[in-house]
């Protein structure tokens, strides 16, 4: 069984940076998809970035390419994800999650994860 915590959210002005953390316990991810989702009240949980257990490989949702970055470090078994040029349009609950399964360009779909942080909340003022 995994265990993850997700932090690092807060109130930023737009245009600032956050950069969230996803500690796991109970197993090492170094063979994990990681993935960051997020979800406002009202509206689908989406997926904003994942990173591959695989090779490395990394993917994002358009409306956060050139802005994030994600990365982990498995020493640490922490995955990362950096936030720049924040918009108000970011504001949401962020939750990081990890597959089994790595689901390459399918790697948004939340089924194919099996565990869940518990959710860290990013509110950027306009």
């Known amino acids: 069984e995994v265990q993850l915590v997700d932090s690092g959210g807060g109130l930023v002005q737009a245009g600032g940076s956050l950069r969230l953390s996803c500690v796991g316990s109970?197993?090492?991810?170094?063979?994990?998809?990681i993935a960051w989702f997020r979800q406002v009240p009202g509206k689908e949980r989406e997926g904003v970035s994942a990173?591959?257990?695989?090779?490395?490989?990394?993917y994002y949702a358009d409306f956060v390419k050139d802005r994030f970055t994600i990365s982990r470090d498995n020493a640490k078994n922490t995955a990362y994800l950096q936030m720049n040029s924040l918009r108000f349009e970011d504001t949401a609950t962020y939750y990081c999650?990890?597959?089994?399964?790595?689901?390459?360009?399918?790697?948004?779909?939340?089924?194919?994860?099996?565990?869940w942080g518990q959710g860290t909340q990013v509110t950027v003022s306009s």
């Open positions: 999650a990890a597959a089994e399964v790595d689901g390459g360009t399918a790697w948004a779909t939340r089924v194919l994860y099996d565990f």
């Open positions: 990173i591959s257990g695989r090779d490395g490989s990394t």
């Open positions: 109970g197993r090492s991810l170094d063979d994990y998809a």
